[in-house]
C-alpha cells in the first residue's frame, strides 16, 4: 500500500491481515519499533486470531528522510492508513516506537482507535541505544545494542540482526534511525496522556532497560483508564520474548472489553 508522507514522498507500507473467522470480532493494528518487523507479532497474532481481526503495518522507517523521519510524520501515515481501511474503531497494539505513534494517534484522532495495547512504549522515558550510533554501525555494535532490548539474548535472530546491519549501512538508515529515536525522546507526551480515554493494557518486562518499569508505572497513573501486567525475566519486546502470556493478556482484555459499550 503507497501512502504519502508529509513531504510528498510515497512511502511502501507493508500490510499483513490475518482476519477471524467472525468479521463482527474487533479489528485489532499492530504497529512495530524502530527495527521491527510484522513477523515479530506472528506468534501473537496466531493465538488471538480467533477473538481479533488482525493487521500488521510495518512502515520502512529506516528509509525515511529528513522531516519524515519523525515521530510526528509516522503517526501522520499511520493515520493515513487507518482513515484508508475504514471500518470501526482500531485496538492499537504497539511496541517501544510503535507504542509511542499509538499513543498519539489517540490523541490526534480518537474516532479512530477503540482501544490500545502498549508494550515498552516510549512517549515518556525511554533511553536510547542509538546514542554514539556509528555512520556505518558494525555487526557487532548492533549485536552488543539490540542485544539491550532482551532479557534471554538468546532470542536475538540472526536474520534480524543481518537486515538491521543491512539498512543501518545503507544510505541515510543510521541517519533515520537517529532522527526517529531523537524526535520520539523530544516528544514527551507528559499530562496530554490524561486526555487518553480509551481503555488501554500496558504489558512490560519487568527487566526493559529501554522504557523501565518506572515508565509503566507512570502511564499507569496518567491513563485514566488502564491496566498493567508484568512480564517476569522479559525486556523490551515481550512479543518475541513472551508470546504466550501476551497473547493471554490481550484475549483477557478483549473479555473485558466485550463487557463495553464499543466505539462507534
Not at 522531516?67 to 501522520?76: G, Q
Not at 541515510?172 to 487518553?196: C, F, P, Q
Not at 508505572?217 to 519486546?237: I, K, M, Q, T, Y
Amino acid at each position: 500500500m503507497t501512502l504519502t508522507a508529509p513531504s510528498g514522498t510515497d512511502v511502501t507500507a507493508t500490510i499483513t491481515t490475518t482476519p477471524s473467522e467472525d468479521p463482527a470480532n474487533r479489528p485489532v493494528v499492530f504497529l512495530h519499533g524502530l527495527v521491527g518487523l510484522n513477523e515479530h507479532w506472528d506468534r501473537v497474532v496466531d493465538a488471538v486470531k480467533h477473538r481479533f481481526n488482525c493487521t500488521r503495518l510495518e512502515l520502512p522507517l529506516l528509509q525515511l528522510e529528513r522531516e519524515d523521519a519523525s515521530v510526528d510524520a509516522v503517526t501522520d501515515l499511520t493515520i493515513q492508513y487507518l482513515d484508508a481501511a475504514g471500518g470501526k474503531p482500531a485496538v492499537l497494539v504497539g511496541n517501544s516506537f510503535g507504542g509511542h505513534v499509538a499513543l498519539r494517534t489517540a490523541l490526534q484522532r480518537p474516532d479512530l482507535v477503540s482501544a490500545l495495547v502498549l508494550a515498552g512504549s516510549s512517549g515518556l522515558y525511554e533511553r536510547t541505544f542509538v546514542k554514539g550510533a556509528p555512520v556505518r554501525p558494525s555487526r557487532e555494535w548492533l549485536t552488543e545494542k539490540i542485544g539491550e532490548l532482551f532479557y534471554d539474548k538468546s532470542l536475538m535472530r540472526d536474520a534480524d540482526l543481518d537486515r538491521a546491519h543491512r539498512e543501518l549501512n545503507a544510505p541515510g538508515g543510521a541517519r533515520a534511525m537517529v532522527r526517529l529515536s531523537k524526535t520520539a525522546r523530544r516528544n514527551h507526551l507528559g499530562e496530554r496522556i490524561a486526555d487518553i480515554h480509551q481503555p488501554t493494557l500496558l504489558i512490560w518486562g519487568a527487566e526493559d532497560v529501554v522504557t523501565p518499569p518506572g515508565a509503566a508505572r507512570e502511564f499507569d497513573r496518567l491513563l485514566p483508564d488502564s491496566r498493567l501486567v508484568w512480564f517476569p525475566n522479559c525486556g523490551h519486546a515481550p512479543m518475541i520474548e513472551c508470546p504466550a502470556p501476551f497473547a493471554d493478556a490481550m484475549l483477557e482484555f478483549a473479555n473485558q472489553l466485550g463487557a463495553r459499550t464499543p466505539t462507534n
